[in-house]
């Protein structure tokens, strides 16, 4: 017995130089295996979607499949596995989940595996196609959940009704689909949204992306001119098969267009769980046109690329003026010419639309788009294969020579690098320069504003917007409106990152100085996107005018207790425009000072004066008293002073009685000496304390923020 050979899904992770194989798995049952799109997460996980026709696909074990099993009646579904090669997760358990995902009716229905993307989350998102209907039957629907389309076939209305209609048991033409998987959750559970895509001709979904908000991006194929954009956004095309026409559409369109379709983040509202659809559009012309892959920048504006024979594809013209130039504007010729085209999901007008942009690329030969990216700076980039031996020279030549510029057997694989267009500017005009500066004049010490207007004049998105500053040694801060900015402490340099800006969006640099050296001081803010080397630059300056002060008379004398009053006038050099605070020091004890005026605002070019006031306090006057001793205690010691000095003179001389008499006389003459010292009281009234007689040197002080100028002047006080 020949058994016939199966192909099977495999993942291999090498390492960075390509010389070691770090991990390898098949994923694979008994039948025919295969995969259509692979994504990476963060954490170096692997999301793989495709399709199977094995009964024994692997489901995972710990994490429970959403759907354990093929469908009843089944032959073919799609898969979905998330696949660790950490080597934590070695073996069995690297398969950290895998489930089917299809429905049965019809049993032999289309299943042709689309693209893969995932989420900061570590959730991940399918796209691909089918024809599988949704009738209500769990055992053969395909599996829908909080879904904005729940019929195959039949688009959504533009507001979906309270309770929505049957769907047609008879619809066979395929729709493209799109479900959201968080794989950490068993069962059900496991799936956050699924839904259709697509009108009533056949759809297909082939590329997707996600943007840092959880927003779907799909693209694909669509023959179905029965879609209706949602009205809160502006298609870039709103009609199939007619890039100049608007609604109501022209029918009778039987080629294929590419289209791009965005998916909410999050439900409708808090009674309707569907997961809306937020974006619609078209992408073709007369001819056939495929979107095959797409991706999404940090502004929701999205790059497609796929196949076109269509030599009226759609690239913008009109706004803004000029228009966006094409890399090639007209179709090279072969069956087909690859397409890249970016489109802006959040434009609400036709002049919010700006920026958008679409080429062909490709030579005489077939050419088509397979994937895309956008990096930070908004540089598109291409790949595919083209058997055009002039699909380098067809167009105008790159910037950087080609690693392999002509064409090595029937078909290559080619590689374009696509740059962002836009340009920066610092617009002025005659009653608005740029940067604004205000003051204009400034006053020394006083902080001036330097505020420079950025605007991306167009065609194309601004990305990776970085303003540059050297300032003086006078900086105070810098800030940034949308961005943020840092210094360089020692030379002074500012970075400002802005980030991204839409046609005709505007961001503000503010720049805030405080010079202190009268004069000019200038400044020059300059700016860079896309990272290109090219510098736009603004320079402006401001004159730093100046006051002086003086104070007459340059003398005063007064009496302690008496006041002492000065003219201060503050004088504009030329001009000054900022309050000037007074003050002074240097006064002695007991004094103070005062101005009838301050602060002090300059009048236009004359100056200004204050009086003032230096208070001083009269020095106190020092009494004393004395109080005499009762006339009793001179009573009675002059009396027996008298006695001592007649008895003295009555005993004969040496007689024992004379000497007694003669010590108490001696006595009684000392007493009457001291009483009076020993007696008396002294008493003194101290008021507080006064301005000391002297000459002092005061200085008074004029401010104005971080300038000061002073004077001196001398205070006599008697």
């Not at 496991?190 to 943007?211: N, Q």
């Not at 962002?420 to 204009?440: D, E, H, K, R, V």
């Not at 990776?464 to 949308?482: C, E, H, K, L, Y």
């Not at 009457?672 to 006064?690: D, E, H, N, Y």
Request: glycine letters at 12%; proline letters at 9%; aromatic letters at 8%.
């Amino acid at each position: 017995m020949v058994q016939t050979p199966h192909s099977h899904v495999f993942v291999s992770q090498l390492n960075s130089g390509g010389t070691t194989l770090l991990y390898s798995t098949y994923i694979s049952g008994s039948g025919t295996d295969i995969a259509s799109g692979m994504a990476i997460d963060s954490r170096g996980d692997v999301f793989v979607t495709g399709t199977t026709t094995s009964a024994d696909f692997p489901t995972s074990a710990i994490i429970l499949p959403f759907q354990g099993a093929r469908a009843a009646g089944a032959t073919n579904q799609f898969f979905a596995s998330e696949v660790s090669t950490s080597a934590s997760n070695a073996g069995s358990s690297s398969l950290l989940y895998s489930t089917y995902f299809g429905g049965s009716n019809p049993a032999n229905g289309a299943v042709q595996g689309g693209g893969v993307a995932g989420d900061s989350n570590g959730n991940f998102y399918i796209t691909g196609t089918t024809n599988f209907l949704h009738l209500g039957n769990v055992a053969t629907d395909f599996p829908l959940a909080n879904a904005f389309q729940g019929c195959l076939d039949v688009a959504p209305p533009a507001t979906p009704p309270t309770t929505p209609p049957p769907c047609p048991s008879n619809a066979t033409a395929t729709d493209a689909f799109v479900a959201k998987f968080n794989p950490k959750v068993s069962g059900s559970g496991s799936v956050l949204y699924s839904t259709y895509v697509g009108g009533s001709g056949d759809d297909s979904g082939i590329g997707i992306a996600v943007d840092s908000g959880f927003n779907a991006y799909v693209t694909g194929s669509t023959k179905s001119g029965d879609f209706v954009p949602p009205t809160t956004v502006r298609p870039y095309q709103a009609c199939l098969g007619n890039p100049t026409s608007s609604a109501p559409c022209p029918g009778g369109v039987t080629k294929s267009d590419a289209f791009v379709a965005k998916i909410g983040s999050s439900p409708t509202s808090s009674t309707n769980p569907a997961f809306p659809l937020n974006y619609f559009s078209y992408l073709g012309g007369s001819g056939t046109d495929v979107g095959l892959a797409i991706a999404v920048d940090a502004i929701q504006n999205v790059r497609v690329t796929g196949y076109t024979d269509s030599a009226d594809f759609p690239l913008k013209t009109g706004s803004p003026t000029p228009p966006p130039v094409p890399v090639q504007s007209t179709f090279g010729g072969g069956a087909a010419d690859v397409f890249v085209a970016r489109i802006d999901t959040t434009a609400t007008t036709a002049s919010t639309g700006l920026g958008e942009w679409g080429t062909y690329l490709g030579g005489a030969g077939d050419d088509r788009g397979t994937g895309v990216a956008v990096d930070p700076n908004g540089i598109t980039y291409v790949t595919g294969d083209t058997s055009s031996s002039d699909f380098i020279s067809h167009i105008t030549p790159p910037l950087t020579p080609s690693f392999q510029p002509t064409l090595s057997g029937s078909s290559d694989v080619f590689v374009s690098k696509i740059g962002g267009i836009s340009q920066l500017s610092f617009p002025t005009s005659s009653t608005t320069p740029n940067p604004a500066i205000s003051p204009s004049p400034v006053g020394s010490g006083n902080q001036v504003t330097f505020t420079y207007t950025i605007t991306n004049e167009g065609p194309d998105t601004a990305y990776g917007i970085i303003f540059t500053d050297v300032v003086p040694a006078s900086f105070n801060s810098a800030s940034a409106s949308p961005g943020q900015c840092i210094q360089t402490p020692v030379t002074g340099f500012i970075t400002c990152t802005i980030g991204t800006l839409n046609v005709n969006a505007t961001a503000t640099v503010k720049v805030l100085l405080t010079p202190t050296t009268p004069g000019q001081v200038g400044n020059t803010g300059s700016v860079t996107a896309n990272g290109s080397p090219t510098v736009v630059s603004a320079p402006g300056s401001v004159v730093v005018t100046d006051f002086q002060i003086g104070v007459s008379p340059n003398t005063a004398t007064v009496t302690a207790g008496q006041p002492a009053t000065y003219t201060v006038t503050v004088a504009p050099l030329p001009t000054y425009n900022a309050q000037v605070s007074l003050s002074c020091s240097g006064l002695p004890t007991g004094a103070t000072c005062g101005f009838s005026t301050t602060p002090v605002t300059i009048p236009s070019n004359s100056p200004v004066t204050s009086t003032m006031t230096i208070n001083t306090t009269a020095r106190p006057v020092t009494t004393a008293a004395m109080r005499s001793m009762p006339g009793r205690g001179y009573g009675t010691w002059l009396p027996v002073s008298g006695l001592a000095l007649l008895g003295v003179g009555v005993w004969p001389r040496g007689s024992r009685r004379r000497r007694l008499l003669g010590g108490i006389f001696a006595i009684g003459i000392l007493a009457l000496i001291l009483l009076p010292a020993c007696g008396g009281k002294k008493t003194t009234t101290t008021p507080a304390a006064g301005t000391p007689a002297g000459t002092y040197p005061v200085i008074v002080d004029a401010r104005s923020g971080n300038t000061t100028h002073s004077s001196t002047v001398t205070l006599v006080v008697q």
